[in-house]
């Protein structure tokens, strides 16, 4: 069972999003065929594609959030040292998780007028609460992500040498980050092993 949820915890966005992208590109590619070789158009399937769009949309939002993959301006923030940097990410997933907290109950109503209004899509009379049930499975994964990201953070924040999924530096399982190190130190120390024992394996390479 640990396993299963370890699995999840490190896979679940991408399977989701992957199987969201397989789907829109083949049901895609069956309207583009059935276009310009049968001379007939799908009713469908641009309906369909369009609401696992919206889907994979809300979903890559949680990915971004585990990932810490987001535009953002950190010259300010790159003088610190990582302790440094830590609390200022404490103080911004905070203003996150309180925000996207904040939003889960509009979108569970959002959800449920769906629900009582029994609304269809018009091509595949699909109920639209399933496409309108995004913004809150969304919302929810999100914040589940950002307080993943807090803890981290403030373990750093700390002074713990904490490992984290997301950091640049991340290579091995065995990587971790040092609080009291410098990012940059960390990446030139990586740097210098990796290119050590790649020296010592072409040597040996050329011993053999």
């Not at 009291?180 to 990446?187: E, F, G, K, L, Y």
């Given at each position: 069972?640990?396993?299963?949820?370890?699995?999840?915890?490190?896979?679940?966005?991408?399977?989701?999003?992957?199987?969201?992208?397989?789907?829109?590109?083949f049901?895609?590619g069956?309207?583009?065929?059935?276009?310009?070789?049968?001379?007939m158009s799908?009713?469908?399937?641009?309906?369909?594609?369009?609401?696992?769009?919206?889907?994979?949309?809300?979903?890559?939002?949680?990915?971004?959030?585990?990932?810490?993959?987001?535009?953002?301006?950190?010259?300010?923030?790159?003088?610190?040292?990582?302790?440094?940097?830590?609390?200022?990410?404490?103080?911004?997933?905070?203003?996150?998780?309180?925000?996207?907290?904040?939003?889960?109950?509009?979108?569970?109503?959002?959800?449920?007028?769906?629900?009582?209004?029994?609304?269809?899509?018009?091509?595949?009379?699909?109920?639209?609460?399933?496409?309108?049930?995004a913004?809150?499975v969304?919302?929810?994964?999100?914040?589940?992500?950002?307080?993943?990201?807090?803890?981290?953070?403030?373990?750093?924040?700390?002074?713990?040498?904490?490992?984290?999924?997301?950091?640049?530096e991340?290579?091995?399982?065995e990587?971790?980050?040092?609080?009291?190190?410098?990012?940059?130190?960390?990446?030139?120390?990586?740097?210098?092993?990796?290119?050590?024992?790649?020296?010592?394996?072409?040597q040996?390479?050329e011993?053999?």
């Open positions: 069972m640990k396993k299963i949820i370890h699995w999840l915890d490190e896979n679940l966005e991408e399977c989701i999003l992957t199987f969201f992208l397989i789907g829109m590109t049901i895609m069956i309207q583009v065929f059935c276009r310009y070789a049968l001379t799908l009713s469908w399937s641009e309906e369909l594609t369009r609401y696992l769009f919206i889907w994979s949309g809300f979903i890559s939002v949680s990915y971004c959030s585990k990932k810490c993959l987001s535009i953002k301006i950190e010259q300010f923030v790159a003088m610190f040292p990582r302790r440094g940097k830590a609390i200022f990410k404490v103080v911004n997933h905070t203003f996150e998780l309180i925000f996207f907290i904040y939003m889960i109950p509009f979108a569970y109503s959002y959800m449920m007028s769906a629900v009582a209004s029994g609304q269809v899509s018009p091509a595949c009379s699909i109920p639209m609460y399933y496409i309108q049930a913004p809150f969304s919302f929810i994964l999100v914040a589940f992500r950002i307080l993943q990201r807090w803890v981290i953070e403030f373990r750093v924040a700390r002074g713990e040498n904490v490992y984290d999924p997301a950091h640049p991340r290579n091995t399982p990587s971790y980050i040092k609080a009291n190190t410098d990012i940059t130190q960390s990446s030139a120390a990586y740097s210098a092993d990796n290119g050590s024992a790649g020296h010592r394996e072409a040996g390479k011993d053999a």
